[in-house]
């Protein structure tokens, strides 16, 4: 039995993955410091996952001394680090923290792994190191452009790190670069827990058709797209998660082809604002209150994944439609109204 070190395993993406790492067999330690999520969820996970509990730990692992306690107490066979500020706003307003903890958290992973001879990482990036494509699908091979802030750096930064240590040989990691991850778990036990009022596009939507806000701004309808709102690659965040089992079972089933790999985690497909706000429409049965507002600084226009490296050498693809991503997130909007 393997034990995996899920970091910021509390936070939407980790505590989806959790489940389903649980799920073919591994056993899973959370550490997490709660900034931005609820102890709760690991009652969640465990009502998810038939009685089987994440151990949990309540530590700030950009702290040196709570961070190697973890690795001196717990037989640790991989790490997947979620752990990190993720705010692209807040990030420009506060460069430091961000690149402080980030950076920190992950060199403190590095140097327990190094002292416990863990072999295997499992880094949480984006597609927002590739900034506006020049064309799409994106492919892997597309070198990043410069970051449009110090968030997206975090993430260029922590995959330059492991393009260098990992050439020692005593690490394999893979970087997996998520597209835009939405929905939440079928059973409405987890999702997306946004502090105050959110920056993303589907928080906002069902925010906005549960009455918590008044109206949805899409951010700029004259871009050159068919409808003239921006494009991304969404993905439903249990195909994302399961995308992280199957990158660990790689290490441990030595498939891995480099000791840093880095792949594109999305469904493949480009869908506008008004194709999220029409799914869903169509799914809830809800008519969504919004209005065209100003551009907003920093979007890219639009951006796919070319998923042809993923499908080819992780045998994984996205399963879940755009439907099935708009209906979870709204089923998860209406759990939180009964709490
Ligand atoms: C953003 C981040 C990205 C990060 C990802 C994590 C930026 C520039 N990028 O991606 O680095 O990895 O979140 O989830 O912030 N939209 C509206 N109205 C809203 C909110 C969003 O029209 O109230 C539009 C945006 O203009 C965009 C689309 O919806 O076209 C998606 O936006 P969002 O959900 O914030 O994701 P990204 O900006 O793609």
């Not at 500020?85 to 980030?102: D, L, M, Q």
């Not at 068919?226 to 079972?249: E, F, N, Q, S, W």
Request: net charge negative; hydrophobic share 40%.
């Amino acid at each position: 039995m393997k034990t995996i070190l899920v970091t910021g395993g509390t936070g939407y993406i980790g505590s989806h993955t959790a489940v389903e790492l649980q799920a073919v067999g591994y056993d899973v330690i959370i550490a997490d410091n709660l900034v931005n999520s609820t102890a709760s969820v690991i009652d969640r996970i465990e009502r998810i996952s038939n009685g089987k509990r994440p151990l949990f730990i309540k530590a700030d692992l950009s702290n040196e001394t709570e961070a190697a306690a973890i690795f001196d107490n717990n037989k640790i066979d991989g790490i997947i680090n979620f752990a990190a500020f993720k705010a692209v706003g807040e990030s420009c307003e506060k460069p430091i923290e961000y690149y402080r903890n980030n950076l920190q958290i992950a060199i403190n992973m590095f140097v327990n792994m190094k002292k416990h001879g863990i072999k295997y990482f499992v880094q949480s990036s984006s597609c927002t190191v590739y900034g506006e494509p020049d064309s799409n699908p994106i492919s892997e091979n597309t070198p990043p452009k410069f970051a449009v802030s110090p968030y997206g750096n975090t993430k260029q930064m922590v995959e330059d790190m492991l393009q260098f240590i990992t050439q020692t040989g005593e690490i394999k990691a893979i970087a997996l670069r998520y597209f835009n991850p939405v929905g939440a778990h079928p059973t409405a036990l987890i999702g997306e827990l946004p502090n105050g009022i959110p920056n993303n596009l589907m928080p906002y939507i069902t925010q906005t058709a549960a009455g918590i806000r008044k109206q949805l701004t899409i951010f700029g309808n004259n871009y050159p797209t068919p409808d003239g709102t921006c494009i991304r690659d969404y993905i439903h965040v249990v195909d994302l998660a399961k995308a992280h089992v199957v990158a660990m079972d790689r290490f441990f089933e030595h498939k891995n082809k480099a000791n840093f790999e880095a792949f594109n985690i999305g469904t493949g497909n480009g869908f506008s604002v008004l194709d999220i706000i029409k799914s869903f429409e169509k799914t809830t049965g809800i008519k969504l209150n919004y209005c065209f507002g100003e551009r907003r600084a920093g979007d890219v226009v639009r951006i796919w994944a070319d998923t042809t490296f993923a499908e080819k050498e992780l045998g994984w693809k996205a399963e879940l439609s755009i439907d099935e991503m708009t209906l979870s997130a709204w089923h998860w909007q209406q759990q939180l109204a009964q709490e």
